[in-house]
Nanobody, 123 residues
Framework: VQLVESGGGSVQVGGSLRLSCLAS????????MGWFRQAPGLGHVRVAA???????SYADSVRGRFTISKENAKNTLYLQMNSLKPEDTAMYYC??????????????????WGQGTQVTVSS
């Protein structure tokens, strides 16, 4: 199993980015998938997650600005990020948890992680 993120970069306040996570080696529809971010010196914080059936959940800090989605045929997970703020600056990771629903899952319950992609928002 391999997760590879892309789409990070530098953007000004109010800008948008779309992150992608290409998964290989398994069938995406059987897992919970999530996006996490980690700022320097801090732990992983879940930003958004999506279940097998498409149910989504978001951190309060990004709700209404970020949208998580997936395309099973392409084995790809997305995170559309709009109205970006400086506090969104972090390394963003995708992760998956086998055979679980996303609700209440802590980072340590996720089985696979990508290598991360940096997002920097400047004012």
């Amino acid at each position: 199993v391999q997760l590879v993120e892309s789409g990070g970069g530098s953007v000004q306040v109010g800008g948008s980015l779309r992150l992608s996570c290409l998964a290989s080696g398994y069938i995406m529809k059987t897992v919970c998938m999530g996006w996490f971010r980690q700022a320097p010196g801090l732990g992983h914080v879940r930003v958004a997650a999506i279940d097998n059936d498409g149910d989504t959940s978001y951190a309060d800090s990004v709700r209404g600005r970020f949208t998580i989605s997936k395309e099973n045929a392409k084995n790809t997970l997305y995170l559309q990020m709009n109205s970006l703020k400086p506090e969104d600056t972090a390394m963003y990771y995708c992760a998956l948890a086998y055979g679980r629903r996303c609700l209440g899952l802590t980072p340590d319950r996720y089985n696979e992680w990508g290598q991360g992609t940096q997002v920097t928002v400047s004012s």
